[in-house]
């Protein structure tokens, strides 16, 4: 079985930065690129917040642009999505869809989170033209225009608290009679005038020429006061929680309840020798293209001392 000096699952700003960081390193680094090649900011369309782009610049060119900077210092990248991980001795060996498995003596696991969707068919409808799941990359495109943002947890009153430092109008869509998030948070968004929550509300579906222009409601579904209506909309934004991808590690490497891995204090040493855990995968808080970034370095430089260490 071929034996990998340090494999890197994951191709998002984690995952390329780490194989930048281990080409240089001589540490011969294959990436796995998985299901979503580029990562989560190829959903979004342009990022205007990464330091080095004073214009900005559209998300899948900055994606490719760290990809041709990882293969310039001698990342192979492979298409495979891995399926499975057995972490219970080393090397540690991995499987992938098309079959195959090999082994490696570091790992450096930077699959990322993806951000929850309803399921309706008009989100993938209007993707990149309306409907957004985070409101950092996009909020800025909705200056002083009306949104609207579903969720009632920490998320969603982030997020509505930070789209009404921009828009002028931000419509909170939360199913249930009462916010989820803590006390601090609900009293930003209840005390925001530029917020109005809309409480015991779901969404149907939205509507536009071209881009989304409104949204179907339903007020209070399932009781003799139900109420369906339009609410004229600019943008779309979900907030109802990220799932990290790190069902193939689990349960050798611990995760938090919500399945995000642990590690070590600013450090993305997991539990296992070899293993590390960068970007969104292992960070509930930031969740930001440079905090992966930075986080892939890191796991990258890890790995260089763990091999080195080991003489391997
Ligand atoms: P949460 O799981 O806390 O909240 C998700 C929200 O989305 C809930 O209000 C939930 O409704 C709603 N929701 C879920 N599915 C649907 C659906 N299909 N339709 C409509 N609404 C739906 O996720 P968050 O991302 O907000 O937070 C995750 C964790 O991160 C939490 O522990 C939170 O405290 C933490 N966090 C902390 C922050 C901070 O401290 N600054 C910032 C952001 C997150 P319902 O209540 O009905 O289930």
């Known amino acids: 079985m071929e034996t990998i000096r340090c494999l890197i699952l994951g191709s998002g700003p984690a995952g390329y930065t780490a194989a930048i960081y281990a080409g240089r390193a001589n540490l011969n680094p294959v990436v796995y690129e998985g299901l979503q090649p580029g990562g989560q900011l190829t959903i979004t369309t342009e990022v205007e917040n990464f330091p080095g782009y004073p214009e900005g610049v559209d998300a899948n060119q900055m994606m490719d642009d760290i990809r041709r900077q990882a293969e310039r210092f001698g990342a192979e990248i492979r298409q495979q999505t891995a ?19 090999v082994a490696c003596h570091t790992l450096i696991i930077a699959t990322g989170a993806s951000a929850k969707f309803l399921g309706l068919a008009d989100e993938e409808k209007y993707r990149g033209m309306g409907v957004s799941a985070c409101a950092t990359c996009d909020g800025f495109f909705y ?14 009153c982030e997020e509505a608290s930070y789209l009404a430092g921009l828009a002028a109008k931000v419509y909170l869509i939360v199913r249930k009679p009462f916010l989820r998030a803590s006390k601090a948070m609900q009293q930003r968004v209840l005390d925001n005038p530029k917020i109005e929550v809309l409480f015991e509300t779901n969404t149907l579906g939205l509507y536009g020429e071209g881009g989304v222009e409104g949204a179907h409601l339903v007020h209070k579904k399932g009781t003799p ?69 930075a986080a892939g370095c890191k796991a990258a430089i890890e790995a260089e001392r763990y091999l080195m260490e080991q003489g391997l």
């Not at 200056?143 to 969603?156: C, L, Y």
């Not at 609410?231 to 907030?239: E, V």
């Open 83 to 101: 399926t499975a991980a057995d972490l219970s001795k080393r090397p540690y060996v991995l499987t992938f869809d098309d079959g195959s498995q």
């Open 143 to 156: 200056r002083k225009k009306t949104v609207a943002v579903v969720g009632g947890g920490d998320t969603a």
């Open 225 to 293: 006061e139900e109420r369906t209506y339009d609410l004229p909309i600019d943008g779309f934004f979900l907030a109802i929680g990220h799932r990290p991808n790190s069902e193939l590690f689990r349960p050798a490497l611990p995760c938090d309840e919500t399945g995000y891995i642990i590690t070590e204090n600013d450090s993305p040493r997991t539990v296992l020798p070899g293993v590390f855990a960068a970007g969104d995968v292992a960070d509930p808080h930031y969740r930001q293209a440079i905090t992966a970034a």
